[in-house]
């Protein structure tokens, strides 16, 4: 069974709206990673989250760790076609592990 | 542009054939990374460096794959008698390291086609 989940697996909206992507591990979350992908592509780090209750935000994307429900959100602002992409959740489950998990990835398609 | 980098970029093998895959990571990283990924899923952890030093390996590493760092910098991904099982992408990062585990960052892949 997958560690990481993440919902929804694809979502379209419409240049300017708001959206969410979680990622839910059946494991503790010692670190948790998110990256974007372009189809073909590496992946472009966001940002890491360590502590439980802990939120980052850079430029229209915020997002946050819920320790307790070893779950995380990705909160998009105002989408623009620039925010496409596989947004992706990795995690070190093992606490200090070099080792990460990552989800199956979020497809974000963004209608100008 | 000094972030990772990975070579060749594409691949296409015969069956049979051995690959090789280079990752030069960020200059003053010591922690090196490979994951493979294939289409509709996230990376998957097959091994990592600390300098020259192979630290873990994933079971998914069959007798086929072996990687080197020899001089703590490049790292080399082979494969050896390729399958088309092995058509993936890639990917290499690498870290400064330390405790907790710093971010990892990734080169671009290299994507194997297998005939």
Known sequence: SQELEQSPQSLIVQEGKNLTINCTSSKTLYGLYWYKQKYGEGLIFLMMLQKGGEEKSHEKITAKLDEKKQQSSLHITASQPSHAGIYLCGADTQGGSEKLVFGKGTKLTVNP | ?115
């Open chain 2, 1 to 115: 542009d000094t972030g990772v980098s990975q070579n060749p970029r594409h691949k296409i093998t015969k069956r049979g054939q051995n690959v090789t895959f280079r990752c030069d990571p960020i200059s003053e990283h010591n922690r090196l990374y490979w994951y493979r990924q294939t289409l509709g899923q996230g990376p998957e952890f097959l091994t990592y460096f600390q300098n020259e030093a192979q630290l873990e390996k994933s079971r998914l590493l069959s007798d086929r794959f072996s990687a080197e760092r020899p001089k703590g910098s490049f790292s080399t991904l082979e494969i050896q008698r390729t399958e088309q099982g092995d058509s993936a992408m890639y990917l290499c990062a690498s870290s400064l390291g330390g405790v907790p585990p710093e971010t990892q960052y990734f080169g671009p892949g290299t994507r194997l086609l297998v005939l």
